[in-house]
């Protein structure tokens, strides 16, 4: 009996293991079993596995990727579309819509012989002529036309001074520098056109007396030329009738001007003032140039007004007269100097720096023309001083490396 209890329940844990491990193999499509959680052994966290047709729908969807958006445009702030050799631009560009997918945008110069272009949208002039910048981003293009000019630096006229009688002519002619600028417009125009006109060609045409001012001009420079029409006068006690010869006064030129109005003084006026013995005071910022017709030996060498002040690490540096051979002795006030200050001349040849006597306060007397520095100090001493010093301090720096490096054998004794 034992036996057959023992066979039966045999028989029974057979079939029971073959109808589980049926329906482990072969599940009913429709069943969705609960979340078994299953552990790794790898001690990660347990994952979850599901079971079913519902389970199956859910580990073979697709994930969801957000929808690109495309570029539709590319919008840029105002711009100036001239600019000139060796300038730059900056282009301001942002991409609509704001929220497109690619907001990065891309520069590019279609002709980089004229105008190269940065990654962040800063166009340098090269050389003159026209040029595409192109912006991309996502796809989307646009384009824009500059074109590159070269700026004119300096307007020359053949007399800045002109003396006139009533009814003469002066024929006013300029020249522009560099040669291959590119704005070769230039205009004429008068201040007071009743005392003295002129045509667009530069024909300069005295009426009124008085003094007035013509101006010579582009977009990019300006120069001008004082205009002086002189009276005629009687002598007294003569009684003229028309065929008269009235006797004209001299030509007038002024004995104190600004370096602005006059930015050089021509030989004509050097003459006058070589001719006369007069003296002409020339004023400009922070200084004063007094030339004397006594001491003209050339009025042949014009003289340029400008100085050029300005500050360095050694003092107040100026040029006279850019270098060039000057008319005669020149005195030179500074304004704001102290007693401490020398005026020193740069002599290029040796390199170094000559002290000018000082005929007053702030006052010098020059018969050279070039670089000058105003310094409590000769500059060039001053660069031997750095020198020395500097060469000190590396001295003492070897000094010290090779103490330590002598001394550091005792130091764990």
């Known amino acids: 009996m034992k036996r057959i209890i023992s ?69 840029l702030d105002a711009y100036e579309e001239t600019l000139y050799v060796g300038g730059t631009l900056s282009l301001t560009a942002r991409v609509l819509p704001a929220d497109a997918t ?28 026209s040029v595409t910048i192109q912006l991309s981003a996502g796809g989307y293009v646009k384009t824009i036309d ?54 667009s060609s530069g024909l300069v045409t005295a009426g009124d007396y008085g003094t007035t001012t013509i101006t010579v001009s582009n977009k990019d420079c300006i120069a001008s030329a004082t205009v002086v029409v002189n009276q005629r006068t009687v002598a007294d006690g003569d009684d003229t009738t028309d065929g008269d010869i009235a006797i004209e006064t001299e030509k007038v030129y002024p004995l104190a001007v600004t370096a602005k109005e006059f930015p050089q003084i021509d030989s004509n006026m050097l003459k006058y003032l070589y001719e006369t013995k007069q003296t002409l005071t020339v004023s400009g910022e922070g200084y004063e140039l007094i030339i004397s017709g006594d001491q003209i030996k050339n009025y042949n060498n014009e003289l340029i007004t ?21 008319c005669g002795k020149i005195v030179l006030k500074l ?38 520095m105003l310094s409590e100090q000769n500059p060039h001493e001053m660069g031997i001083v750095w020198w020395w010093m500097g060469v000190g301090g590396v001295a003492i720096f070897a000094c010290t490396v090779i103490y330590i490096f002598i001394k550091k054998q005792y130091w764990f004794w």
């Not at 980089?112 to 002039?125: D, I």
Request: net charge negative; hydrophobic share 35%; aromatic share 8%.
């Open 7 to 75: 066979l039966f329940m045999t028989f029974m844990l057979f079939v029971v293991t073959i109808s589980f491990s049926y329906a482990i193999e072969s599940p009913d499509p429709s069943f969705v079993q609960d979340e078994v959680f299953v552990d790794g052994g790898d001690g990660e966290s347990p994952r979850t596995e599901l079971n079913g047709e519902e389970g199956n729908d859910l580990l073979t969807d697709e994930p969801e990727y957000p929808t690109a958006i495309a570029v539709e445009n590319i919008e």
């Open 102 to 129: 690619e907001q990065t945008i891309e520069y590019k110069s279609l002709n980089e012989a004229v105008a190269t272009v940065s990654s962040t949208g800063t166009v340098t002039g090269i050389s003159a002529g």
């Open 146 to 199: 500059l074109k590159v000019e070269v700026k004119t630096s300096q307007i020359k006229i053949n007399s800045i001074f002109i003396v006139l009688k009533p009814g003469e002519t002066f024929q006013l002619c300029a020249e522009m520098y560099p040669s291959d600028a590119t704005d070769k417009n230039i205009n004429f125009s008068s201040l007071d056109p009743n005392i003295a006109s002129v045509s």
């Open 306 to 326: 400008d100085l050029g002040l300005h500050s360095t690490d050694d003092g107040l540096s100026l040029v006279l007269n850019d270098g060039e051979s000057l």
């Open 335 to 372: 304004e704001n100097t102290t007693a401490a200050e020398q005026l020193y001349l740069y002599n290029p040849d040796k390199d170094t720096y000559q002290e000018i006597r000082r005929d007053g306060e702030g006052q010098w007397s020059l018969t050279s023309a070039g670089t000058y």
